[in-house]
């Protein structure tokens, strides 16, 4: 199996120390002509933990990501995808579902 490179393995650190969802976390190394490729794909709750107030800690994490990969010669560059409308649906589908039997089992008396 091939070991990650540092920088990846501390993108994936940052983000599952983050979110709420690490199951959910996906990271894409895409090498071009322009160097590396990072592309993060989380739950769509977890996109305002990433992100941050004004984009100040994604920027941050961009920041020593950067760093990292320069003092080990690669060009790194991170994409955080945006969830699509089909995930936005499926999470607020599973969000209703979840509240509905809260509600349910909060009517239901105990025996």
């Known amino acids: 199996m ?16 983050l979110v709420n969802n690490p199951q959910e ?18 739950h769509p709750q977890d996109m305002g933990l990433i992100i941050g107030r004004k ?10 990501v950067k760093a990292v990969g320069t003092k080990h010669h690669a060009r790194v560059n991170i994409k955080v995808e945006e969830p699509t409308p089909l995930d936005r649906a499926v999470t607020q589908k599973a969000q209703v579902l979840k509240s509905e039997e809260i509600i349910k089992e909060l009517k239901e008396p105990e025996a």
């Open 2 to 17: 091939e070991r990650k490179p540092v920088y990846q393995e501390v993108l994936e650190f940052i983000l599952l120390s």
């Open 25 to 42: 976390v996906k990271i894409q190394r895409v090498i071009d002509e322009m160097g590396v490729l990072l592309k993060v794909k989380v």
């Open 55 to 64: 984009g100040a800690r994604i920027n941050a994490i961009k920041t020593i």
